[in-house]
């Protein structure tokens, strides 16, 4: 098999089908597109979940003046049920699973909430009273929350234990869902640029029907025959594969470790560099695409 020979019938079968390749570049281009898209998504969840979980606090939220709860019903938390729920935050039962904990006073919510709420006009119609002091805690294992959950419910002077990772979950489940949309639409690209790239080695085996007859009368092999055809599908999937990879590029350098990174300081976003990493599994995916395509299409034109 020479090099130079199927080089030259890739060339002349791009120059005569230059129309059809840029439509399989762009298509795979597009389809692609979403499947990096889908890939780099999950990638952030994954950072987000390993960042914020190190992070998230159970909040032991304490009786106010305003509080309904059944638990609540002697009134606002007092000094010795706050000094109780220390000791037993201290105590070997509970200390096994604490990392550490800090109380946070009414004052010091109201401060938070305004800070959390600068723009909103709900700021002036709260006071501190309104706001619950607490206690927050970081475990050692965030999967430990039931445990801290059970001990403190029921103490005297607590209104809520409320674990903010169940929040975190939220955000992820919507994150997760818009992951799972994205593979949705990447796979009906997918199966639209395998079709496109069948029909365009379909016609450029009909263009050349003449020349793979006189190829099959020389004795040409079935590979000789099939190579070129394949090549050019590989190709330009390859190609837009290679374009997909900059537009994943690009969107992770421009937008999230430059803009959403700017804007949301305490968030850990991907690197480019991770994002590098999607690169060979989309040019691999392309040329896979391309070449099962063009094989089982040329079966036919090329046994009949």
């Given at each position: 098999?020479?090099?130079?020979?199927?080089?030259?019938?890739?060339?002349?079968?791009?120059?005569?089908?230059?129309?059809?390749?840029?439509?399989?570049?762009?298509?795979?281009?597009?389809?692609?597109?979403?499947?990096?898209?889908?890939?780099?998504?999950?990638?952030?969840?994954?950072?987000?979940?390993?960042?914020?979980?190190?992070?998230?606090?159970?909040?032991?939220?304490?009786?106010?003046?305003?509080?309904?709860?059944?638990?609540?019903?002697?009134?606002?938390?007092?000094?010795?049920?706050?000094?109780?729920?220390?000791?037993?935050?201290?105590?070997?039962?509970?200390?096994?699973?604490?990392?550490?904990?800090?109380?946070?006073?009414?004052?010091?919510?109201?401060?938070?909430?305004?800070?959390?709420?600068?723009?909103?006009?709900?700021?002036?119609?709260?006071?501190?009273?309104?706001?619950?002091?607490?206690?927050?805690?970081?475990?050692?294992?965030?999967?430990?929350?039931?445990?801290?959950?059970?001990?403190?419910?029921?103490?005297?002077?607590?209104?809520?234990?409320?674990?903010q990772r169940q929040i975190l979950e939220k955000l992820f489940s919507a994150m997760n869902t818009a992951s799972i949309v994205a593979i949705g639409i990447a796979a009906i690209m997918i199966v639209c640029a395998a079709l496109l790239i069948a029909t365009t080695i379909r016609l450029s085996a009909f263009m050349r029907r003449k020349e793979t007859a006189?190829?099959?009368?020389?004795?040409?092999?079935?590979?000789?025959?099939?190579?070129?055809?394949?090549?050019?599908?590989?190709?330009?999937?390859?190609?837009?594969?290679?374009?997909?990879?900059?537009?994943?590029?690009?969107?992770?350098?421009?937008?999230?470790?430059?803009?959403?990174?700017?804007?949301?300081?305490?968030?850990?976003?991907?690197?480019?560099?991770?994002?590098?990493?999607?690169?060979?599994?989309?040019?691999?995916?392309?040329?896979?695409?391309?070449?099962?395509?063009?094989?089982?299409?040329?079966?036919?034109?090329?046994?009949?």
């Amino acid at each position: 098999m020479r090099p130079m020979f199927i080089f030259g019938e890739i060339v002349n079968g791009l120059r005569r089908n230059l129309s059809m390749f840029i439509s399989v570049v762009l298509v795979t281009f597009v389809s692609l597109t979403f499947v990096g898209a889908a890939g780099m998504l999950q990638m952030q969840i994954n950072q987000m979940k390993g960042y914020w979980y190190d992070k998230v606090q159970v909040a032991i939220f304490l009786c106010s003046p305003g509080s309904t709860t059944a638990n609540c019903s002697s009134g606002p938390v007092t000094k010795e049920q706050q000094d109780n729920l220390r000791k037993l935050l201290d105590s070997d039962a509970v200390r096994q699973y604490v990392n550490d904990y800090q109380f946070e006073s009414q004052q010091e919510a109201y401060a938070h909430f305004k800070e959390q709420f600068a723009n909103s006009p709900i700021v002036d119609s709260v006071t501190p009273d309104q706001l619950p002091s607490s206690f927050r805690v970081n475990l050692k294992d965030p999967q430990k929350y039931q445990i801290i959950s059970e001990s403190f419910s029921s103490q005297p002077g607590v209104e809520s234990v409320i674990d903010q990772r169940q929040i975190l979950e939220k955000l992820f489940s919507a994150m997760n869902t818009a992951s799972i949309v994205a593979i949705g639409i990447a796979a009906i690209m997918i199966v639209c640029a395998a079709l496109l790239i069948a029909t365009t080695i379909r016609l450029s085996a009909f263009m050349r029907r003449k020349e793979t007859a006189i190829m099959r009368l020389v004795g040409a092999s079935k590979a000789v025959i099939q190579l070129p055809f394949i090549l050019e599908g590989v190709l330009a999937a390859v190609v837009g594969a290679l374009l997909a990879s900059g537009a994943i590029w690009a969107i992770s350098h421009f937008f999230l470790t430059g803009y959403l990174a700017d804007q949301y300081k305490q968030t850990a976003f991907i690197s480019d560099a991770q994002t590098l990493w999607l690169v060979p599994a989309l040019i691999a995916l392309g040329a896979v695409i391309a070449g099962v395509s063009s094989l089982f299409t040329l079966r036919k034109p090329l046994n009949a």
